[in-house]
């Protein structure tokens, strides 16, 4: 890493400090010269300044030029007096005022000679820097990022996909869902987002809390790579999970993904099979989060796609068929993320759902195939009010308070429908078969 102490102790430059000479450990990045009033929208962060002062002419003319390098993140300004008549003082106070680092160049000094130096100490720097971080590559992710912060002289983080924060040297200033969405989006943001290398299907992300240079930029990408082989060669064991545990059943639709999505949804947690578009897995804690992190996940992905279906606590296999049923609940569903807990879903649903949709309308037609067709007939709306005895527990008063007739014209509805069924609509047995059969004809996710 490069700082400007570092180049003061460059031989042959002979800068000498004139203000900030407690600031002299800023990183330096590149370097930049300009001869402008105001070069803000030219400068990034972390650059030295190189300046003949030619823009100077009268007091106050130091404002806005140093006052654009603050904002900019500038490491320093190394300046020569301006017309070999020393540095301003108007110069040296708008240095100390806004934090800058000033250094005076000798008068005899070419700044061409000034240039080729300081690009020589980084080229070696970064070079030397590159190789501190490669000795580090067989250490955890921690490590990892401990070393490449220290020689970037930026905080750095790893973020999963679901937002997730894997590791990092400082608290994240911002969430990291707001990250990742921010990446996804292609939208600008305070911090450099650079992708993690590797084959996994649900990435990681590099966070750095900066703009970068192009040296700086260049051991991001070999961090990433670096982060890419620690992730790769880390093996997660699965748990041991007796007894009673929680299946998960995780398709992603148009693509093959569903292995390494529901593995990274549930460290720990054991695979039971894979199918390339569908995997199942037991868990003893199903998180909360789960939604909202595939969501956040969802366009980092190939999938069109991801539904989840999650059973109750039971034995595995009694666990699976549950979870599977859930899946095909949210497969009903609309939208791009689709999570159906089972225990949030009556058990007739569930069975429902687990059904074909052929066979869902061949058990429609065959129970309640004269009365649509009645309806049909005569313009009636029978099935609406057998739907609402049903639903009211069979109550005919409720029912008749509910449709907001009077509770002899239901029980006439009642049993005009029970005879175009041929079923008895007072009898449990019966009233199940139609609901059953009302059900199957609810739209996905009704």
Request: aromatic share 4%; net charge negative; proline share 7%.
């Amino acid at each position: 890493m490069t700082t400007v102490k570092t180049l003061l102790g460059l031989p042959g430059l002979r800068l000498r400090p004139r203000a900030g000479a407690e600031l002299l450990d800023r990183t330096v990045t590149r370097i930049y010269v300009t001869e402008l009033p105001d070069p803000g929208r030219y400068l990034s962060a972390g650059e030295l300044v190189l300046s003949g002062l030619l823009w100077w002419r009268e007091p106050g003319d130091a404002e806005p030029f140093v006052a654009a390098l603050a904002r900019s993140g500038a490491a320093a300004l190394a300046a020569s007096g301006a017309d070999s008549g020393g540095i301003p003082d108007d110069v040296v106070s708008a240095c100390a005022r806004h934090r800058i680092p000033l250094l005076e160049v000798p008068a005899d000094l070419s700044f061409s000679v000034i240039t080729e130096q300081v690009v020589l100490a980084l080229a070696a720097a970064s070079d030397s820097a590159r190789k501190r971080l490669l000795a580090a590559a067989e250490a955890p992710v921690e490590t990892l990022l401990e070393r490449a912060s220290a020689e970037l002289g930026l905080p750095c983080w790893v973020l999963s996909a679901f937002g997730r924060v894997v590791a990092g040297t400082t608290p994240l200033p911002m969430p990291a869902v707001e990250v990742v969405r921010r990446h996804a989006g292609r939208e600008p943001g305070p911090l450099t987002v650079v992708p993690v290398e590797g084959r996994h299907a649900v990435p990681w992300l590099i966070a750095l809390g900066g703009p970068l240079s192009t040296a700086q930029a260049e051991l991001a990408e070999e961090l990433a790579g670096l982060v890419g082989v620690t992730r790769a060669r880390a093996t997660q064991p699965e748990a041991e999970l007796p007894g009673e545990v929680r299946v998960v059943a995780l398709r992603t639709e148009g693509s093959d993904e569903s292995r390494d999505v529901l593995r990274e949804l549930l460290p720990g947690g054991t695979l039971i099979e894979s199918t390339g578009d569908t995997s199942y897995a037991a868990t003893g804690r199903w998180p909360d989060s789960a939604t909202g992190e595939l969501s956040t996940a969802e366009p980092l992905l190939r999938a069109n796609r991801i539904l989840c279906g999650v059973s109750d606590p039971a034995p595995r296999a009694e666990g699976r068929e549950i979870a599977r049923y859930a899946l095909e609940a949210a497969a009903r569903r609309a939208g791009r993320v689709a999570v159906v807990e089972a225990g949030d879903v009556a058990a007739h649903r569930l069975l429902l759902a687990g059904a074909p949709d052929g066979l869902r309308a061949a058990l429609r037609r065959r129970v309640l195939g004269p009365l649509l067709a009645y309806d049909a007939e005569q313009h009636t709306d029978l099935v609406r009010t057998v739907r609402v005895f049903l639903e009211c527990s069979g109550s005919p008063t409720r029912a008749a308070k509910a449709l907001h007739v009077h509770v002899n014209t239901l029980r006439y509805r009642i049993g005009r429908a029970g005879e175009l069924l041929g079923a008895d609509l007072t009898e449990f047995t019966d009233q199940l078969d139609v609901y059953l059969a009302l059900r199957a004809g609810d739209q996905p996710g009704g």
